[in-house]
């Protein structure tokens, strides 16, 4: 591990970068948590501001004084601020580029003029589409996207190794299967736990069930981008860029999660399938990463994606005023 330093964390309130700025707090860091609370929960970051460390700009990535004062005396930049919806993008088509994509330009234009060189950023295991090789590996074919959001963060990878090849940057991006575990507060078990809180004998599931996902609890997440950032410089593609999938070695099917979802919350809900090989348009029916790469650097998964989803469904039920507040 480093030499405690000081970082920005942008999407510093929502679900991973809360996580994130505990996890750094607690390993003796300094943090500049910046986020403008668009999915962010300040309830999140209640026991981060308690800590003399820990610093908070409310502020948006796409203001660049605002950016220019966050990054300022920082080692290191904790990209984690996105519009993360895989699912709505179609219907709003410049949200992608804009919070994914130019959001990214500004902050590593703001990182260049403040001389702060490293960054660690959260892509997705979305970019990689209908991955033609599963387990897909980071070096697979350059994947067709199939959402804006991929795209859009496909986009941002390309800047963010140029502006390493080019300007001295040394970069680590990581491409997450679905993270989930304390503080989730979007994706399936989401939707599922609050569709059986309204009704508890039917559950509505997008799709035939057969997806296959692979989940990743947040915390073995951390560890995976603490270990790559700071341990993996050896496995880098290029001497200042790398790129890590993290994700869990198995998969699951989505009716397999809707009935650990189901006996979690103690219920029996009939399962109505709305039929299709994919939930919505951009919905990848198969993501399964190749995790060999991460691995080498003696890191691994905690728990399995069963125990990740039950204890989910449990984070869930005890905050359940996180239902109201997203879609
Ligand atoms: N959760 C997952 O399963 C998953 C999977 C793959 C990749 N990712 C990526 O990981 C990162 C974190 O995801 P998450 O699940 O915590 O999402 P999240 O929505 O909980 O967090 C995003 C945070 O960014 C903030 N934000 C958004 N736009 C902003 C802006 N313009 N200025 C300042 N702050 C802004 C939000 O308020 C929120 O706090 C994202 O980049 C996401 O794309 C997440």
Redesign the pocket.
């Known amino acids: 591990m480093p030499v405690q330093q000081k970082a920005l964390v ?8 809360s996580n994130l700025v505990d996890h750094l707090l607690e390993t003796g860091w300094e943090v500049v948590a ?7 929960q300040r309830e999140f970051l209640v026991d981060a501001a308690r800590h003399p460390q820990f610093k908070l700009i409310e ?4 203001d660049r004084p605002t950016l220019d004062r966050a990054v300022q005396g920082c080692q290191w930049v904790f990209h ?5 919806d895989v699912r709505f993008g179609l219907n709003h088509p410049f949200r992608d580029l804009e ?2 994509t130019i ?1 990214t330009y500004h902050l590593l234009e703001a990182m260049r003029a403040q001389n702060v060189k490293n960054i660690a950023f ?5 970019m990689y589409g209908e991955a033609e090789v599963i387990p897909t590996p980071e070096n697979c074919p350059l994947p067709i996207q199939t959402s804006l959001y991929g795209a859009s ?1 496909l986009a941002a990878e390309g800047l963010i190794s140029s502006y390493a090849e080019g300007f001295g940057f040394n970069a680590c991006v990581f491409r ?1 299967a ?2 989930v575990g304390k503080r989730y ?3 399936h078990i989401f939707d599922f736990y609050k569709k059986l809180k309204a009704n508890p004998r039917e559950l509505e599931i997008l799709g035939d069930g057969t997806q296959k996902k692979s989940y990743l609890d947040v915390k073995d997440c951390l560890r995976g981008i603490m270990k790559a950032c700071f341990e993996g410089q050896a496995k880098y593609e290029r001497p200042r860029y790398g790129v890590f999938n993290l994700g869990t070695t198995t998969y699951c099917q989505v009716s397999e999660s809707a009935g650990w979802i189901s006996s979690e919350m103690g219920l029996e809900p009939k399962l109505n399938y709305t039929g299709g090989r994919q939930g919505w348009i951009g919905d990848n029916p198969f993501i399964y990463l190749d995790t060999k790469k991460i691995k080498s650097l003696n890191w691994d998964t905690s728990m399995s994606i069963e125990q990740a989803i039950r204890g989910t469904v449990r984070w869930l039920a005890q905050n359940e005023w996180i239902l109201e507040r997203r879609q």
């Open positions: 942008t999407g510093a309130a929502g679900f991973v970068g910046l986020d403008n609370f668009s999915s962010g502020g948006d990535v796409l984690f601020s996105a519009n993360a919070q994914n959001a959260s892509s997705t295991s979305a963060k997450f679905s993270v507060t979007h994706g």
